[in-house]
């Protein structure tokens, strides 16, 4: 089957929701562009793309329609291309995978990006570091208003300067790899013997902390007190599970476009 105009994924390189878009249209080999805002800039484009019902990134552009939110972009490839399925079969066992990656969306997702800009915003050399790598043309307007500029933006955004924010995202966190520990028991997977959109949903949050290999980082070193915190997870059996699922169905990327920094559809904001 031929699509109608291209698929375009508008994406944040080190979002971990981006992430989870990124690995669906890998996993379904499904060519496609994409693009990547300034960051913050995002917040008006994805309105302007979607007219305003969403406010943040991911959005996938597919055969004409603009999906906002990384679950729903899962859903609507799954419609659009089925295999290889990331819903299983089953009723009973689909509403559990859905089930279980919603709730990572919701009890895991929000707390282990916190954690990260909390802690980045307490090190302004390498949140200095992060954004020249993750955002240069971001640093060619602003200059030394960079680091200033996105500690608020993510102070405001995400809580991420707030002390106990970043407290209860540690509890979040932990809370997390023992849901995670507990429905895996003695399994590979977390659903019906396969992966699914569960297993895939809980790896791409937790890539943050675990880092894999095959997952963007997010920096080339992460503040100490991140690291310390790290170092307390990596003997987790969940640690491992997420660099093994990365390992396993994270290894063969979809043709994908040169991605664009800059793309004219912001000059199309300013001029509305």
């Given amino acids: 089957m031929e699509t109608r105009g291209p698929t375009i994924l508008w994406h944040i390189e080190v979002s971990h929701f981006s992430e989870k878009a990124r690995w669906a249209l890998e996993h379904k080999s499904v060519p496609h562009e994409r693009r990547t805002p300034l960051p913050s800039l995002h917040i ?4 302007w793309l979607t007219r305003g019902r969403a406010l943040t990134l991911p959005i996938l552009e597919l ?28 009723d009973a066992l689909r509403r559990r995978a859905l089930g279980l990656a919603d709730w990572f969306d919701r009890e895991l997702g929000p707390h ?23 955002a240069p043309s971001l640093v060619a307007r602003l200059g030394r208003a960079t680091v200033p500029y996105i500690r608020a933006f993510t102070a405001l955004r995400y809580g991420a300067g707030s002390r106990r924010g970043a407290e209860q995202a ?39 902390l675990v880092r894999p290999p095959q ?6 070193a992460m503040p100490e007190p991140f690291e310390r915190f790290r170092a307390t997870l990596e003997g987790r059996r969940g640690y ?15 043709p994908v476009a040169p991605d664009a920094h800059q793309p004219a559809e912001l000059g199309a904001i300013a001029r509305a």
């Fill in 44 to 47: 008006p484009l994805a309105a």
């Fill in 240 to 254: 491992a599970w997420v660099r093994d699922m990365f390992a396993r169905h994270r290894c063969a990327p979809a």
């Fill in 170 to 208: 540690r509890a979040k966190i932990l809370a997390a790899f023992a849901r995670l520990e507990a429905e895996l028991g003695d399994a590979q997977y977390l659903v019906g013997g396969r992966f699914t959109v569960a297993d895939l949903t809980a790896a791409s949050l937790f890539y943050p």
């Fill in 112 to 134: 282990s990006r916190r954690l990260v800009f909390h802690e980045l915003g307490r090190d302004p050399e390498r949140l200095a570091q992060m954004a020249a790598s993750a």
């Fill in 63 to 90: 055969e004409g329609v603009r999906i906002a939110d990384s679950s729903a972009i899962i859903a609507a490839l799954e419609r659009r291309f089925p295999e290889p399925p990331l819903y299983p079969a089953d």
């Fill in 215 to 220: 997952a963007p980082a997010v920096a080339d």
